[in-house]
């Protein structure tokens, strides 16, 4: 089955459309879609270029509405998108008091971790909340996705083949 989905996948849309929406999703992100790409065979400079801009497309997005979304999600009366916008919040303010005290690059450093939830969205989520400036938090986020990329290229291909 597993093989069915991958197949009409790569037959479908190609590598290197499959990297670029991994790399898009939350918790995944950029950490799991450069070691995809490897595997299916993308050169490092390729997939590191389509992994950075999936992973970054959403967080102006994020940036720009997420409180607004918070915000009519716990007015909502249905109970699953109080939960959710509940979640959403505990997930910021776990963090709030390590980015609050390094503001940008907390956010930077936060966003380059490359362990799951730790990535573009978490990071842009929790500079919404803090209240950092859409600028300041787009280019943190940039930052730190180049970090993340960085490192899990040299551990994906090695670090002999990206200086090769």
């Not at 505990?90 to 980015?99: C, G, M, S, T, V």
């Amino acid at each position: 089955m597993i093989d069915a989905i991958e197949q009409f996948f790569l037959e479908t849309v190609g590598r290197e459309w499959c990297v670029f929406f991994c790399s898009m999703i939350p918790i995944i992100e950029l950490r799991g879609a450069i070691p995809l790409g490897a595997a299916l065979g993308l050169p490092w400079w390729q997939n590191f270029i389509i992994c950075f801009l999936g992973n970054l497309l959403p967080v102006p997005f994020i940036l720009l509405l997420i409180n607004r979304v918070i915000r009519w999600f716990s007015r909502s009366r249905v109970k699953f998108l109080n939960k959710f916008a509940n979640w959403l919040l505990q997930k910021a303010e776990k963090n709030r008091d390590k980015i609050e005290k390094y503001g940008f690059w907390g956010v930077a450093i936060f966003v380059g971790i490359p362990l799951p939830m730790t990535g573009a969205w978490t990071g842009s989520l929790a500079a919404a909340v803090i209240d950092l400036k859409f600028w300041k938090a787009l280019l943190s986020a940039v930052i730190g996705v180049i970090m993340a990329g960085v490192i899990m290229s040299l551990i994906s291909y090695g670090v002999i083949a990206v200086f090769a």
